[in-house]
């Protein structure tokens, strides 16, 4: 397996993704996407394709549903204060997106760490955040900064790592020879950026077999 990190150049601007605020249009997705098979050659009034525009409306809306989910809502109640000053950690968590750049998907797992500082959050709802970020238009790097600068601000974390490892579809399918490809990025924030052994530690309980594995 190929696996490719994803270098970032510094800190950028993590571009805004919260969506215009407007529901989805059905009416006008189903309208689209029967221009978009006219376009491609297809006859959209055949048997097997009736349904597709209403289908692939309804599909793009709910893989779409991050824009209109409220991070602080989720989170309400889940935050608890604790004395725990250890890592914790929920690997394996898996996710599945759009690009922003193709319109396909890519998908794989998230792994995040984090130190907490007097407060911990649910452990279900560490997924919840990741599919609130992953259920919008994305880029892999900004889906990773995303899901670790919101654990970082909401629970005043001491530090906060992310991994995310990914295919991407649009890769796959169109690229030549990429098809084992695996994209790697990673967020470190706090101790996780500014202590190495932190990052070390965060980086090897990832890596370890999972809860169950025979090897
Ligand atoms: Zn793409």
Not at 21 to 46: H, I, S
């Amino acid at each position: 397996m190929d696996k490719q990190g994803i270098k970032r150049r510094g800190r950028q601007q993590v571009e805004d993704v919260t969506g215009n605020g407007r529901p989805a249009d059905l009416g006008v997705l189903q309208a689209l996407v029967t221009e978009m098979l006219l376009a491609l050659g297809e006859k959209p009034g055949r048997n097997g394709l009736l349904k597709t525009p209403e289908r692939v409306a309804k599909a793009l809306t709910f893989m779409t549903q991050g824009y209109h989910r409220d991070i602080d809502h989720l989170l309400n109640g889940a935050l608890f204060p604790i004395e725990y000053d250890e890592m914790v950690i929920v690997k394996d968590i898996d996710f599945f997106s759009m690009c922003e750049h193709h319109l396909l998907p890519f998908y794989g797992k998230v792994h995040v760490g984090y130190l907490p500082n007097k407060k911990v959050v649910g452990l279900s709802k560490i997924p919840r955040i990741v599919d609130t970020f992953a259920r919008r238009l994305q880029v892999q790097e900004r889906l990773t900064v995303q899901i670790a600068e919101t654990l970082k601000s909401k629970l005043n974390a001491h530090g906060v790592g992310v991994v995310v490892e990914a295919r991407h579809l649009c890769m796959m399918m169109r690229g030549v020879e990429k098809q084992n490809t695996i994209a790697v990025s990673s967020s470190m924030l706090g101790a996780f950026r500014s202590q190495p052994q932190t990052r070390l530690e965060f980086l090897k309980l990832i890596r370890q077999g999972s809860v169950g594995d025979s090897d």
